[in-house]
T-cell receptor, first 113, second 110 residues
Framework: NAGVTQTPKFQVLKTGQSMTLQCAQD?????MSWYRQDPGMGLRLIHY???????DQGEVPNGYNVSRSTTEDFPLRLLSAAPSQTSVYFC????????????FGPGTRLLVL | RKEVEQDPGPFNVPEGATVAFNCTYS??????FFWYRQDCRKEPKLLMS???SGNEDGRFTAQLNRASQYISLLIRDSKLSDSATYLC???????????FGAGTRLFVKA
């Protein structure tokens, strides 16, 4: 199993540009999440999904959209990039709602100029 | 007040030392508790789940005190390879809202 994969690894955007961060998992996990990690602030939940076709907002959803058309994929879309969205983005999946242990992808480092 | 608070560190310890990490959480309805480890510029990885009865995995021991809303992680006989940031994680009602502490950085020196 590849686990949780994310692309791209690095990205530079100009303010106002849009892009999609890709996330895929091959473990048949129902639950998937997107986090951003900023220095000194820990990981913050952006959006999450409890299954195909079901998504909801986390702590910091503004400026981001998600969709979950399949169990495997959970892309994160930046609608109009802003410098405040410069961060490291992690996708995670979880196999069940009993333990809520999460498995993370390697992350995408995003710089918005 | 942050929902999950950790000592920011860093902790600098010699090899072989015992080191303790502490974490407090503010939501008494929190359901699940974890310690994750994050190496520099890498993704977080699950280290241990934390149970009320306490649990141990080799050199690592985790404790939960629900009454005090306090979680701890003890590392015995520290190794150079233990150098990392340790994240305290709490999952609240329904499991949908997972809160990460900011992490405590550990440096183990030879």
């Amino acid at each position: 199993n590849a686990g949780v994969t994310q692309t791209p690894k690095f990205q530079v955007l100009k303010t106002g540009q849009s892009m999609t961060l890709q996330c895929a998992q091959d473990m048949n996990h129902e639950y998937m999440s997107w986090y951003r990690q900023d220095p000194g602030m820990g990981l913050r939940l952006i959006h999450y999904s409890v299954g195909a076709g079901i998504t909801d907002q986390g702590e910091v959803p503004n400026g981001y959209n998600v969709s979950r058309s399949t169990t495997e994929d959970f892309p994160l879309r930046l609608l109009s990039a802003a410098p405040s969205q410069t961060s490291v983005y992690f996708c995670a999946s979880s196999p069940d709602r009993v333990s809520w242990a999460q498995y993370f992808g390697p992350g995408t480092r995003l710089l918005v100029l | 007040r942050k929902e999950v608070e950790q000592d920011p560190g860093p902790f600098n310890v010699p090899e072989g030392a015992t080191v303790a990490f502490n974490c407090t959480y503010s939501n008494s309805a929190s359901q699940s508790f974890f310690w994750y480890r994050q190496d520099c510029r890498k993704e977080p990885k699950l280290l241990m789940s934390v149970y009320s009865s306490g649990n141990e995995d080799g050199r690592f021991t985790a404790q939960l005190n629900r009454a005090s809303q306090y979680i701890s992680l003890l590392i015995r006989d520290s190794k150079l390879s233990d150098s990392a940031t340790y994240l305290c994680v709490v999952t609240n009602t329904g499991g949908f809202k997972t809160i990460f502490g900011a992490g405590t950085r550990l440096f183990v020196k030879a």
